[in-house]
């Protein structure tokens, strides 16, 4: 039998630091349905002392997934370990992740801190979370540029204090397979009690080697893997866990090691995830880029059609890809709707079958053909899970080469259930419009990001919306979809404004009380 490799994932940790993949409470608690569905071993869901949102990410899903272990991530502060334990507290299965850098660089430059205040530290953080909960992680951040004895030195007394699991991270991506495995083979060899705790390893992508350097870690003895959807994380990301999961898989001969992965969820993660974030994956993405199965070139085909392993080292169906057939049509009922989404993979209770058959009977008559794509839109765009207190009614737009462009916008305001036509000029017809709906909310918001693509092919293709808008120096992201696109921009802007509106709102529910202020971990 194989042995086992754990999959820790920090999409909601690492990946949602990194620039436009913020996601509000219901985008994390949806990412993370989905990661219990593919079988991550764990879900980092967030760094509670950070912010009152992270905390109640990590109660939230705690909450909700029963199954994989939740990971809260904490500095080695008594209070960063309380506050992780409070998020924590009702996780059916929960760890307590703690961390400190154990570098020169870092002690000298960030920490001011001696190697023994560090070890010490150390100690005290692991000694304390142990005191809530048997699985304790101990990450010694920046452990690639440390001192290896000293590493050895701190690792060997957290595991003497209890760490069930030791990470050695990559922090900044830096280092080379040869040297990873260098390192980790030093740490079984010299920690007297290695064989207590599991070797974890997180990885960087700054030089493109996180992926590579994981594995070597893996072949050196180390058991769990820390990794993101789509390699999302700080700067240039953490290793995909896509791409280490189908590097197991495919090199077995290599890598006698199983994960827990669904790999046939691979793909739905994957989608989910640039869903919630509008960041989608390169198009020649290993695994996951819309290229990452297509054959272009005429040899390339020939062989692919005479047998698909002459090209072909895994299937698209292993990583869910499906081909994209047409799926339904103007005339299927109800009844075929819940059927294909129960195959797509979602149970929609009555209320939800109904929005999302009025939506897509709505779509059914601007569009002949209907794909998996098209429902997947519905989905994202119609179930909008926070409420929603501005609906746009109406819009009209126009623009030309020599005229001003101009929109007219009606909104239905569902707090009063007023109705409000506001009228404005702009540099085009989307800046037109977005004009016209800061008028109508008063909220004046400020276009970080616009982005428009085409979810399927041919000339009535739905197309999505994606928006990045700041109000007060808070980014919101917001998305639509239509086969308009004015219809479709001018909603992606109000789920932004909506969203803005709803954090305020939860702000206030929450009151004033301050967390404490701390410097982001990557
Ligand atoms: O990159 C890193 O060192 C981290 C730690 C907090 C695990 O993200
Ligand atoms: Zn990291």
Redesign the pocket.
Known sequence: MSERVAVFD?TLR?GE?SPGCSMNLEEKLRMARQLDALGVDVIEAGFPIASDDDFAAVREVARMCRRPVIAALCRTTPEDIERGWEALSEAARPRIHTFIATSDIHLQYKLQKSREEVLEMSCNAVRMAKRFTDDVEFSA?DATRSDLDYLCQVIEAVIDEGATVVNI?D?VGYTIPSEYHHIITTLKQKVRNIDRAVISV?C?NDLGLAVANSLAAVAAGARQL?CTINGI??RAG?ASLEELVMALRVRKDLMPFETGITSEEIFRSSQTLSNITGVHVQPNKAVVGKNAFAHEAGIHQHGVLKNRLTYEIMTPESVGVKTNSIVLGKHSGRHALGKKYEEMGYNLSRPELDKAYKLFTKLADQKKEIFEEDLLAILQDGFAQIPERYKLRAVQATAGTSTLATALVTLNDTKSDDASTGTAAGDGPVNAVYEAIDQLTGLKGSLIDYTVRSITSGTDAVGEVFVHVEFDGTSYTGKAASTDIVDASARAYLNAVNKALYSRERKKALGDEKSPTITA??
Do not use: L, S
Request: glycine share 8%; proline share 7%; net charge negative.
């Open positions: 920090t690492d630091q951040e991270p922090t997180h960087h820390e994380g700080e953490n971990a990557d």
